[in-house]
Protein backbone atom coordinates (compact mmCIF):
# COMPACT_ATOMS: atom_id res chain seq x y z
CA UNK A 1 0.00 0.00 0.00
CA UNK A 2 2.61 1.80 0.98
CA UNK A 3 4.55 1.61 -2.21
CA UNK A 4 1.66 2.38 -4.49
CA UNK A 5 1.06 5.60 -2.48
CA UNK A 6 4.80 6.69 -2.97
CA UNK A 7 4.14 5.97 -6.87
CA UNK A 8 1.10 7.66 -7.14
CA UNK A 9 2.62 10.68 -5.32
CA UNK A 10 5.82 10.41 -7.47
CA UNK A 11 3.76 10.44 -10.55
CA UNK A 12 1.65 13.55 -9.67
CA UNK A 13 4.48 15.35 -8.78
CA UNK A 14 6.64 14.11 -11.40
CA UNK A 15 9.13 12.72 -9.48
CA UNK A 16 11.39 10.61 -11.95
CA UNK A 17 13.72 9.36 -9.24
CA UNK A 18 11.03 7.59 -7.01
CA UNK A 19 9.91 6.28 -9.91
CA UNK A 20 13.27 4.88 -11.08
CA UNK A 21 13.31 3.42 -7.32
CA UNK A 22 10.36 1.69 -8.48
CA UNK A 23 10.68 0.08 -11.58
CA UNK A 24 14.37 -1.06 -9.67
CA UNK A 25 11.98 -2.85 -7.06
CA UNK A 26 9.92 -4.33 -9.06
CA UNK A 27 12.21 -5.97 -11.52
CA UNK A 28 13.90 -7.03 -8.00
CA UNK A 29 10.77 -8.81 -6.93
CA UNK A 30 9.91 -10.37 -10.15
CA UNK A 31 13.46 -11.98 -9.76
CA UNK A 32 13.19 -13.30 -6.63
CA UNK A 33 9.90 -14.62 -7.98
CA UNK A 34 11.93 -16.27 -10.63
CA UNK A 35 14.73 -17.54 -8.40
CA UNK A 36 12.09 -19.64 -5.82
CA UNK A 37 10.02 -21.24 -8.58
CA UNK A 38 13.16 -22.48 -10.50
CA UNK A 39 14.99 -23.84 -7.13
CA UNK A 40 13.24 -26.71 -6.71
CA UNK A 41 14.05 -28.01 -10.33
CA UNK A 42 17.79 -26.94 -9.58
CA UNK A 43 18.13 -28.66 -6.39
CA UNK A 44 16.38 -31.61 -7.48
CA UNK A 45 18.88 -31.87 -10.86
CA UNK A 46 21.80 -31.45 -8.64
CA UNK A 47 20.75 -34.54 -5.82
CA UNK A 48 20.13 -36.48 -8.59
CA UNK A 49 24.21 -35.66 -9.61
CA UNK A 50 25.42 -36.47 -6.61
CA UNK A 51 23.41 -39.55 -6.36
CA UNK A 52 24.23 -40.60 -9.92
CA UNK A 53 27.66 -39.73 -9.87
CA UNK A 54 28.61 -39.56 -6.17
CA UNK A 55 29.90 -35.91 -6.62
CA UNK A 56 29.60 -33.01 -3.56
CA UNK A 57 26.86 -30.61 -3.21
CA UNK A 58 29.69 -27.94 -5.13
CA UNK A 59 30.71 -30.26 -8.20
CA UNK A 60 27.44 -30.78 -8.73
CA UNK A 61 26.40 -27.26 -9.56
CA UNK A 62 29.54 -26.95 -11.16
CA UNK A 63 28.27 -30.02 -13.88
CA UNK A 64 25.15 -27.78 -14.14
CA UNK A 65 26.71 -24.04 -14.69
CA UNK A 66 29.24 -25.82 -16.89
CA UNK A 67 26.69 -27.79 -19.09
CA UNK A 68 24.27 -24.96 -18.85
CA UNK A 69 27.00 -22.96 -20.69
CA UNK A 70 28.23 -25.34 -23.28
CA UNK A 71 25.24 -26.21 -24.53
CA UNK A 72 23.38 -22.68 -24.40
CA UNK A 73 20.68 -24.02 -22.42
CA UNK A 74 19.64 -21.23 -18.96
CA UNK A 75 20.02 -23.62 -16.11
CA UNK A 76 16.56 -23.80 -14.70
CA UNK A 77 15.41 -25.65 -18.30
CA UNK A 78 18.79 -28.16 -17.80
CA UNK A 79 17.30 -28.89 -14.57
CA UNK A 80 13.54 -29.12 -15.60
CA UNK A 81 15.06 -31.63 -18.52
CA UNK A 82 17.27 -33.63 -16.25
CA UNK A 83 14.54 -33.80 -13.47
CA UNK A 84 12.26 -35.24 -16.49
CA UNK A 85 14.54 -38.14 -17.19
CA UNK A 86 13.25 -39.96 -14.07
CA UNK A 87 10.20 -40.32 -15.67
CA UNK A 88 11.26 -41.50 -18.98
CA UNK A 89 12.49 -38.27 -21.30
CA UNK A 90 15.60 -38.59 -22.80
CA UNK A 91 17.99 -35.64 -22.82
CA UNK A 92 19.05 -34.78 -26.08
CA UNK A 93 22.48 -36.29 -27.79
CA UNK A 94 24.05 -33.05 -27.21
CA UNK A 95 23.19 -32.34 -23.92
CA UNK A 96 23.86 -35.68 -22.25
CA UNK A 97 27.33 -35.75 -24.36
CA UNK A 98 28.47 -32.21 -22.27
CA UNK A 99 26.50 -33.62 -19.13
CA UNK A 100 29.41 -36.39 -19.51
CA UNK A 101 32.57 -34.03 -20.00
CA UNK A 102 31.39 -32.15 -17.00
CA UNK A 103 31.19 -34.81 -15.06
CA UNK A 104 34.45 -36.38 -16.02
CA UNK A 105 36.17 -32.72 -15.51
CA UNK A 106 34.85 -32.25 -12.04
CA UNK A 107 36.03 -35.69 -11.03
CA UNK A 108 38.89 -35.35 -12.52
CA UNK A 109 39.86 -32.17 -10.82
CA UNK A 110 39.02 -33.81 -7.55
CA UNK A 111 41.15 -36.61 -7.95
CA UNK A 112 44.93 -36.57 -6.21
CA UNK A 113 46.81 -34.66 -8.57
CA UNK A 114 43.41 -33.64 -10.98
CA UNK A 115 43.21 -30.69 -12.52
CA UNK A 116 41.55 -27.59 -11.77
CA UNK A 117 38.28 -27.92 -10.85
CA UNK A 118 35.55 -26.16 -13.07
CA UNK A 119 34.34 -23.65 -10.91
CA UNK A 120 34.08 -22.26 -7.03
CA UNK A 121 35.41 -19.81 -4.84
CA UNK A 122 36.91 -22.67 -2.81
CA UNK A 123 39.08 -23.93 -5.75
CA UNK A 124 41.25 -20.65 -6.42
CA UNK A 125 44.46 -22.11 -4.10
CA UNK A 126 46.45 -24.06 -6.85
CA UNK A 127 48.75 -25.59 -3.99
CA UNK A 128 45.67 -27.73 -2.59
CA UNK A 129 45.37 -29.64 -5.83
CA UNK A 130 48.90 -30.19 -6.57
CA UNK A 131 49.10 -31.83 -2.90
CA UNK A 132 52.00 -28.94 -1.70
CA UNK A 133 49.42 -27.68 0.81
CA UNK A 134 50.49 -28.18 4.03
CA UNK A 135 48.69 -30.40 6.13
CA UNK A 136 46.04 -29.56 8.76
CA UNK A 137 44.76 -30.84 12.08
CA UNK A 138 42.87 -34.00 11.29
CA UNK A 139 43.62 -34.41 7.26
CA UNK A 140 43.89 -38.06 6.77
CA UNK A 141 44.36 -39.57 3.67
CA UNK A 142 40.59 -39.59 2.76
CA UNK A 143 40.74 -35.45 3.39
CA UNK A 144 43.98 -34.60 2.05
CA UNK A 145 43.64 -31.66 -0.01
CA UNK A 146 40.29 -31.45 -0.55
CA UNK A 147 39.37 -29.55 2.84
CA UNK A 148 36.41 -31.43 3.69
CA UNK A 149 35.95 -34.03 5.94
CA UNK A 150 34.22 -36.52 3.05
CA UNK A 151 35.86 -39.67 5.29
CA UNK A 152 33.64 -42.37 3.95
CA UNK A 153 30.51 -42.75 1.98
CA UNK A 154 27.66 -45.34 2.70
CA UNK A 155 27.36 -48.01 0.35
CA UNK A 156 24.30 -47.91 -1.28
Known amino acids: MFVRLNAEA ?6 G ?5 LRKLRTEVAQLRRAMETRPAIDQARGMLMATFRLTVQQSWDVLVATSQNTNIKLHRLA ?3 VGTVHGTPLPKAVHKQLAAAVTKVKAASAPGG ?7 A ?3 PERHRGT ?3 RKGDGPA ?3 H ?4 RRRPQW
Not at 17 to 21: A, D, I, K, L, R
Not at 147 to 150: Q, S
Open 10 to 15: AEMTGD
Open 17 to 21: GQQEE
Open 80 to 82: DAL
Open 115 to 121: TRPVSGP
Open 123 to 125: HRT
Open 133 to 135: APA
Open 143 to 145: TRG
Open 147 to 150: GTAE
